[in-house]
């Protein structure tokens, strides 16, 4: 069983940054994929970014550059810094953590929201 809970959301306007945690809690975290995730009203949730156990990252096209994922296994946690953001990168966000083929465990989410 894994519990992770986001922080770091806020208000910012378009063209800065924030940087959301994920703290994790539960077994194996190190060896776990972990991923960033977000959904805007009306809106399938989309896959932003993904890290594997060996910190290699993957990317949605529309994230690339700006974006930038992150962990650290001594301290359990994932991160994500968001840089140049876009008023349509406004979204709920989530972390989630791979188990087998599936992301299983979510957290609550974290908003972000990005004025223009």
Do not use: H
Not at 18 to 35: D, N, Y
Not at 53 to 59: D, L, P, Q, R, V
Not at 80 to 97: F, G, H
């Amino acid at each position: 069983q894994v519990q992770l809970v986001e922080s770091g959301g806020g208000l910012v306007q378009a063209g800065g940054s924030l940087s959301l945690s994920c703290a994790a809690s539960g077994s194996s975290f190190s060896m776990r994929q972990m991923a960033w995730y977000r959904q805007s009203p009306g809106n399938q949730r989309e896959l932003v970014a993904t890290i594997t156990s060996s910190s290699k990252t993957n990317y949605a096209d529309s994230v690339k550059g700006r974006f930038t994922i992150s962990r650290d296994n001594a301290k359990n946690t994932v991160f994500l810094q968001m840089n140049s953001l876009k008023p349509e990168d406004t979204a709920v966000y989530y972390c989630a953590a791979r188990e087998g083929l599936l992301f299983k465990y979510w957290g609550q989410g974290t908003q972000v929201t990005v004025s223009s």
